[in-house]
């Protein structure tokens, strides 16, 4: 069972930047596809930006040029950094596990809150 756990999340001025960081338990985190979502006060859970085991990266429209997803699989961790954030993207921020061969599953950690404003 993968456990994950975000981090880094807090109060930040718009303009501003915070690093995201989850940590993941076990030992095949390399294979995993690692995900960042969020979901604000009444909304959905919406994906911000993935990383693949080979280190391909897609990006939501919404933070294109702003966020940058990384691994480093020596540490079991995935990054999200965050520059020039905007009072819209105050959400709950989560990483998600998925592994290609097991399509169905997926692991969950609890979430980290960013809240942006002045």
């Known amino acids: 069972q993968v456990q994950l756990v975000e981090s880094g999340g807090g109060l930040v001025q718009p303009g501003g930047s915070l690093r995201l960081s989850c940590a993941a338990s076990g030992s095949v985190f390399s294979i995993y596809t690692m995900g960042w979502y969020r979901q604000a006060p009444g909304a959905q859970r919406e994906l911000v930006a993935r990383?693949?085991?080979?280190?391909?990266?897609n990006y939501a429209d919404f933070v294109k040029g702003r966020f940058t997803i990384s691994r480093d699989n020596a540490k079991n961790t995935v990054y999200l950094q965050m520059n020039s954030l905007k009072s819209e993207d105050t959400a709950a921020y989560y990483c998600k596990a998925t592994a290609s061969l097991s399509p169905s599953w997926a692991a969950w950690g609890q979430g980290t809150p960013v809240t942006v404003s002045s």
């Open positions: 990383i693949s085991p080979g280190g391909s990266t």
